[in-house]
């Protein structure tokens, strides 16, 4: 099963995919976790990638689609979860071609729905290890002692400047005039599901597992 996770930056998508991945044994290809990378490396591409990605816009669609295609293509059969990807319809139309090329067909795309308020809210307070990526939140999952990662023990944890809520706001706006061609070109295809994405990840997973039967 090949499923695309839909929504704007903050509605859980990292969440419900590591759910599936512990379930279903999947993988998770995140765009954005690949930029991250990327750029903590201070390779060309992360270098090009954080300028874009610090302003929060979209990282151009040549760059994104070639990073995607790289990984997809090393997959060997197993099933995978895109979250952040595709973000416009070009990159749709590229995915489609990919996939047909490597015989991997996407089977549904879920789409969260979170109201922005709520969004802002979880972004804001939301933390990040510096080393080893684990993710926090200031109010409902602070690291034990403050500033430090409860799971390497070391490393500072921090708010990624995308997570400032000027740049928020750049980004949920961006997310909304990009994407939405991007929801009619699946929901033109009959691949598209919309999901209740308030509520605990547990309550959430089950409208998840509810949509794939």
Same mark, same amino acid.
């Given at each position: 099963m090949n499923l695309i996770l839909f929504g704007a930056p903050g509605v859980g998508k990292g969440t419900q995919s590591a759910l599936l991945v512990e379930k279903l044994d999947m993988r998770h290809i995140s765009t954005g976790d690949l930029f991250r990378n990327a750029i903590k490396n201070e390779t060309?591409? =992360? $270098? +090009? &990638? +954080?300028?874009?990605?610090d302003a929060g816009n979209l990282v151009p669609d040549e *760059?994104?689609? =070639? #990073?995607?295609?790289?990984? #997809? $293509?090393?997959?060997? =059969?197993?099933s995978f979860i895109l979250d952040g990807f595709p973000r416009t319809t070009a990159? &749709?139309?590229a995915l489609d071609g990919l996939l047909e090329k490597i015989g991997a067909p996407l089977d549904r795309v879920i789409s969260f729905q979170v109201p922005e308020s709520e969004l802002v809210s979880r972004l804001t307070g939301r933390r990040v290890c510096k080393g080893c990526g684990? *993710?926090?939140?200031? &109010?409902? $999952? @602070? @690291? %034990? %002692?403050? =500033? *430090?990662c409860d799971v390497c023990g070391k490393a500072e944890v921090v708010q990624r400047k995308d997570d400032q809520e000027d740049v928020i706001k750049v980004r949920l706006e961006n997310y909304e005039n990009s994407t939405r061609p991007v929801k009619e070109f699946y929901q033109n295809k009959g691949q598209f599901t919309e999901i209740d994405g308030t509520g605990s990840a547990d309550e959430v997973f089950e409208r998840v597992q509810k949509v794939l039967g």
């Open positions: 060309e591409l =992360g $270098k +090009k &990638a +954080k300028e874009f990605m *760059v994104t689609i =070639g #990073l995607v295609e790289e990984v #997809l $293509k090393n997959l060997n =059969g197993q990159q &749709a139309d684990a *993710v926090y939140h200031i &109010a409902s $999952k @602070p @690291p %034990q %002692q403050d =500033g *430090v």
